[in-house]
T-cell receptor, first 111, second 113 residues
Framework: GDSVTQMEGPVTLSEEAFLTINCTYTATGYPSLFWYVQYPGEGLQLLLKATKADDKGSNKGFEATYRKETTSFHLEKGSVQVSDSAVYFCALSGRDDKIIFGKGTRLHILP | KAGVTQTPRYLIKTRGQQVTLSCSPISGHRSVSWYQQTPGQGLQFLFEYFSETQRNKGNFPGRFSGRQFSNSRSEMNVSTLELGDSALYLC????????????FGQGTRLTVV
């Protein structure tokens, strides 16, 4: 079945460092891909999405490109802030509209 | 536009009891999904309802059930609670065909003692 694998956390970085969180997927067909973010005590919020190969999703300085050849959707940000500390989930939505999530990566940004 | 509303936010129950959680989706959204989130297992899909019908189901025992009403509001029920059912239960609503984008509520934190 469909699945999402993302890098284990926690990831700890200093403010203004470059961020990459790796995400790969297995799916039949052409899924839509998402990154969600969960701040402490809250539900998940959509951060960005891409619906077809080579699409780039971007929001709040974060970017991810849908790479069909490597089945990847890595999250990147050029300069992280303390306020980016959260848990990040990579996800896909397949033909049945069911969303499959990765296990999440906790990100800590140090001032 | 109001977001997804889950009630209650917090619950403490005793082993063996049952519990009902409620979710009101965004107006116009007819698909409602439920997830269980725990530190060990991450986010696990429970089930999805669309137009009052269960459309998808995850790998949870029959103690976990749900339903959806004609106004798209949904409830999930857990019977014969076990300690391992302690978790954050998240509800998400979406527009079918909208590339699967889901909008989440803040969740219900269930503690079983």
């Amino acid at each position: 079945g469909d699945s999402v694998t993302q890098m284990e956390g926690p990831v700890t970085l200093s403010e203004e460092a470059f961020l990459t969180i790796n995400c790969t997927y297995t799916a039949t067909g052409y899924p839509s891909l998402f990154w969600y973010v969960q701040y402490p005590g809250e539900g998940l919020q959509l951060l960005l999405k891409a619906t077809k190969a080579d699409d780039k999703g971007s929001n709040k300085g974060f970017e991810a490109t849908y790479r069909k050849e490597t089945t990847s959707f890595h999250l990147e940000k050029g300069s992280v802030q303390v306020s980016d500390s959260a848990v990040y989930f990579c996800a896909l939505s397949g033909r049945d509209d069911k969303i499959i999530f990765g296990k999440g990566t906790r990100l800590h940004i140090l001032p | 536009k109001a977001g997804v509303t889950q009630t209650p936010r917090y619950l403490i129950k005793t082993r063996g009891q049952q519990v009902t959680l409620s979710c009101s989706p965004i107006s116009g959204h007819r698909s409602v999904s439920w997830y269980q989130q725990t530190p060990g297992q991450g986010l696990q899909f429970l089930f999805e309802y669309f137009s009052e019908t269960q459309r998808n189901k995850g790998n949870f025992p029959g103690r976990f059930s749900g339903r959806q009403f004609s106004n798209s509001r949904s409830e999930m029920n857990v019977s014969t609670l076990e300690l391992g059912d302690s978790a954050l239960y998240l509800c998400a609503s979406s527009l079918v065909g909208a590339d699967g984008e889901a909008f989440f509520g803040q969740g219900t934190r269930l503690t079983v003692v």
